[in-house]
């Protein structure tokens, strides 16, 4: 399996979500993960999906049949182009005044970001790519992770072109 | 103009030249109704809503226009559902109108609410909740834009309640505006190049035609090409009439109960060019060994088909009505005294349908349902529509009936739903009012939509029935005899019901023919009658479809029973 990060532009209308779920659960599609928010045009959404897929061939029917879509405007596969992706990960982990010091250096180490801190733990803010991510967390083990929140990932390109001129 | 939602809607479908709407009313729709009653909108009152979304599509088969219907919120939208997946399936045009609770009820679980938009979008084109009245002129332009456009199909327009009495300013958009669908599907020229080169060197091409070219309305087009090139063609289920059946180079049907030079053609030919298809299981058999020994063209407006089943090494992605004109010019300059090239292929597809016609048993001392379907298409004339339930009957119909022409052989292909034979023909009729219909149905398929009879009966609607009464349910009881034992597990139907009695209560004529005698001329007589008649055939409950590639097997593996 492989993975790929599509970046996809849709009108910014209800049940657009329902529309491209729906075809994603329908066509029995593998997700890794999936995120929405609003763009610099006010009346467009992105929707950045990192999908698994066995080949180019599964990969071309995934864009081909989301394409299909009436409210989808554009889909732009960032794995054929030289971009940026990250993950942004809230890390709960249980910390003491014995263990806070440890926990501190790694979390430097990763160039993240405690963001609270009480007696029995701390939340650790952290972005990178997903082997990063993975690599922290197994690190974070031995303190012990209460809670993980993941936002997925998200990509963009190198370079001045948006994806809506691609 | 200032008007309500409900008028606004009656007034967009007149622009839209909807000369007819099928439905059923209900709580969430009343005031659409009112419409319809004020205004004299034509409409059908069908007697359940399946009836109303299979008579939409029965119409919309026939014509290539959108069949419309209407349906109220909940339990009435929800029995679009079957109509509309069948309408998908196989890409048919169609806007459903369905109501939906009121703006301050919708998500609480009100009385009557169902989540359409959510339940239809897996099976649909496209669908839309509108919630604000302005919304409702842009969006019924857009439904029906999207519904005929491009690879058509169904457009589901779920409206609040309160949205069809609001009052607002009425003003029809002149032009769609949809930033990620432009309903233009124009190609590569050179794709065409490409598939014309190909088809240039090859030795034993095939055409094979689907549902797509009777939807571009491309069957004239297409049928010049094949008379001035002498390439045989073969058929999906969908494609039936594009050609008539009776040509001498169409080897008929493929796949799982096609013909048997249809089945070998593929396996043998070099090229297989394919237009308008979908490369589904029932026809395929085995994918992995499906035209082992061709390279395959595929003219094709929806991208996400080529090489979804099968690769292709010469793709022509765009509309039919772009590619086929230009596709019939190249072939007349490059391929210039092809059937020659051809000819010893053409004369061996040819002869293979010749020694294995489709066929039965002419010496049986019954009425054998091959040959009544056979007899059928002797009696009627060129113009006639012919619609199918689903079973061994829709299967026989598919051999037996000589299609003549595209748009006049109505079924549910794709996905198989007993019960859309008496709607469909109904719609079909109303659309075409001056053409003889005729429903080729079970005595199980009847029975899921036999509330229509009285639909029939009420506004003269003037269709056929010929009920293949064989008293099982055929398909499933020849597949429990092949692959399961001879366990006819559900499949025996020894009914009390009198199918006759039964059209009589429901106020159309009522006939039954059983034993040769006299067969022909009582079946005559029933066709050519005044009026909606049901036609009771009695038939042994043993025949098989034949020929049959068993599920998974590859096409030149087939049961011929001969
Ligand atoms: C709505 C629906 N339910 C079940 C089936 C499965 N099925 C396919 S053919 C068939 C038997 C049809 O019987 P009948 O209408 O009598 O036709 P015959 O095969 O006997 O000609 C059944 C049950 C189906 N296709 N559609
Ligand atoms: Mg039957």
Redesign the interface.
């Known amino acids: 399996m492989k993975k790929y990060n599509l970046a996809i532009l ?2 910014n209308k ?2 657009v979500l ?2 491209v779920s ?2 994603i ?2 066509r029995a599609f593998n997700i890794e993960s999936i995120s929405a928010g609003y763009t610099e045009e006010t009346d467009v959404t992105r929707i950045n999906i990192e999908v698994s897929v066995e080949d180019k ?1 599964e990969l ?2 995934v864009i ?2 989301l ?8 889909i732009v596969n960032l794995g054929e182009v030289d971009s940026i992706v990250r993950e942004l990960v809230l890390l709960k982990v249980r910390a003491n005044r014995e263990t806070l010091k440890d926990i501190r250096n790694i979390v430097d180490v990763f160039r993240g970001k405690i963001v609270d801190i009480s007696p029995e733990n701390v939340v650790i803010e952290i972005t990178g790519s997903q082997g990063k991510i993975e690599a922290i967390c197994e690190m974070m083990a031995q303190f012990e992770i209460i809670e993980i929140a993941r936002t997925g990932t998200i990509a963009i390109s190198r370079g001045p072109v948006p994806v809506k001129n691609m | 103009m200032l008007m309500n939602g409900a008028q606004a809607i009656l007034e967009s479908l007149r622009r839209e030249e909807v000369d007819i709407v099928f439905g059923y009313p209900g709580g969430a729709v009343l005031d659409l109704y009112d419409a319809v009653y004020q205004a004299k909108f034509p409409h059908i009152l069908t007697r359940h809503e399946q009836g109303a979304v299979h008579a939409a599509d029965g119409y919309a088969r026939a014509t290539g226009k959108v069949g419309v219907c209407f349906a109220t919120s909940g339990p009435g939208a929800t029995n679009l559902i079957t109509g509309i997946a069948t309408a998908n399936m196989d890409s048919i045009p169609m806007v459903c109108i369905t109501g939906q609770v009121g703006n301050p009820y919708i998500g609480k679980d009100s009385f009557q609410e169902a989540d359409i938009v959510g339940i239809t979008t897996p099976i649909t084109k496209h669908n839309y909740l509108v919630k604000k009245v302005e919304q409702l002129p842009r969006v019924i332009k857009e439904a029906f834009f999207i519904a005929r456009t491009g690879r058509p199909g169904p457009v589901v327009i779920d409206i609040a309640k309160d949205v069809f009495s609001t009052q607002f300013e009425y003003e029809y958009p002149k032009t769609v505006n949809l930033r990620g669908y432009s309903g233009e599907f124009t190609g590569k020229e050179e794709e065409i190049v490409a598939a014309v080169e190909a088809i240039k060197n090859a030795k034993r091409p095939l055409f094979f035609i689907g549902g797509g070219l009777t939807l571009s309305g491309q069957s004239r087009l297409f049928r010049e090409v094949v008379k001035m090139s002498g390439i045989p063609v073969i058929t999906s289920l969908m494609g039936l009439g594009c050609v008539p059946s009776s040509d001498e180079g169409f080897l008929g049907m493929v796949g799982m109960h096609g013909s048997y030079a249809a089945n070998m053609a593929v396996q043998q030919c070099d090229l297989l060019i394919t237009l308008g298809a979908r490369f589904d299981d029932r026809v395929t058999g085995k994918l992995s060994a499906f035209a082992p020994n061709a390279k395959i063209v595929h003219f094709e407006v929806d991208k996400a088909e080529i090489n979804k089943n099968v690769p292709v090494e010469y793709p022509v992605f765009g509309d039919l009505r772009w590619s086929m004109p230009i596709f019939l010019n190249l072939m007349i300059r490059s391929c210039d005294n092809y059937e020659k090239q051809i000819q010893e292929w053409r004369e061996h597809v040819i002869a293979m349908n010749k020694e294995h016609p489709f066929a039965y048993n002419h010496e049986a001392n019954t009425i054998l349902p091959q040959q009544l379907i056979e007899t059928v298409s002797k009696l009627v004339d060129d113009d006639t529509i012919v619609v199918t339930d689903v079973g061994q009957h829709q299967m026989w119909a598919a051999q037996f009936f000589n299609s003549r022409k595209p748009r006049q052989f109505l079924t549910s292909g794709g996905l198989g739903t007993m019960g859309y034979g008496l709607p469909a023909a109904m719609g079909a009729k109303l659309a075409k009012p001056e053409h003889k219909v005729v429903v080729f149905t079970g005595d199980g398929s009847v029975m899921m939509n036999i509330q229509e009879l009285a639909t029939m009966a009420d506004n003269n609607i003037d269709v056929k029935i010929v009920l293949l009464h064989n008293s099982v349910l055929g398909m499933v009881y020849q597949w429990q005899k092949l692959f399961y034992g001879h366990r006819f597990s559900n499949t025996i139907m020894d009914t009390k019901v009198d199918f006759v009695k039964l059209a009589e209560a429901m106020g159309i004529k009522g006939v039954r023919i059983q034993g040769l005698d006299g067969f022909e001329a009582n079946l005559q007589a029933a066709l050519e009658g005044e009026g909606a008649t049901l036609i009771d055939v009695i038939l042994p409950p043993n025949e098989d479809v034949l020929p049959m590639v068993a599920p998974g097997a590859q096409l030149d593996n087939m049961v011929l029973g001969e």
């Open positions: 849709v009108d209800p049940g329902t529309h729906g075809l659960s329908r061939h071309e029917q081909n049949q394409s299909k879509l009436i409210d989808i405007i554009k």
